[in-house]
């Protein structure tokens, strides 16, 4: 079983930032791609960004040019930082392992942390 920690949400008003940060369980963090999903409230959970184990990253159109995702693989954190956020931009957040390719990632483990929730008031 593997474990998620995801911490960093809060409040802010639109047009602030926050960084958000993940520490997953296991040996294996450096050589899985990592990705952040968001659910925001009644709306399926979805993928916004993703960092590869050699560190490339891509966004979904909605986020790109805002947020900026990176790892940290000594200790097994990913990170999410979050500029210019929308009030759009609210749900709770999440990490996990990823499998796939390009445009077609999906998650690695069916288990998931209890995300951190991010408000942004307009």
């Known amino acids: 079983q593997v474990l998620f920690v995801e911490s960093g949400g809060d409040s802010v008003q639109s047009g602030g930032s926050l960084r958000l940060s993940c520490t997953a369980s296991?040996?294996?963090?450096?050589?899985?791609?990592m990705g952040w999903y968001r659910r925001a409230p009644g709306k399926q959970r979805a993928l916004v960004a993703v960092?590869?184990?050699?560190?490339?990253?891509e966004y979904a159109d909605s986020v790109k040019g805002r947020f900026t995702i990176s790892r940290d693989n000594a200790k097994n954190t990913v990170y999410l930082q979050m500029n210019s956020l929308k009030p759009e931009d609210t749900a709770v957040y999440y990490c996990?392992?990823?499998?796939?390719?390009?445009?077609?990632?999906?998650?690695?483990?069916?288990?998931w942390g209890q995300g951190t929730r991010v408000t942004v008031s307009s």
């Open positions: 996990n392992y990823l499998e796939g390719y390009s445009q077609n990632y999906h998650p690695a483990f069916d288990s």
């Open positions: 960092i590869t184990s050699g560190g490339n990253p």
């Open positions: 296991g040996s294996v963090f450096s050589i899985y791609t």
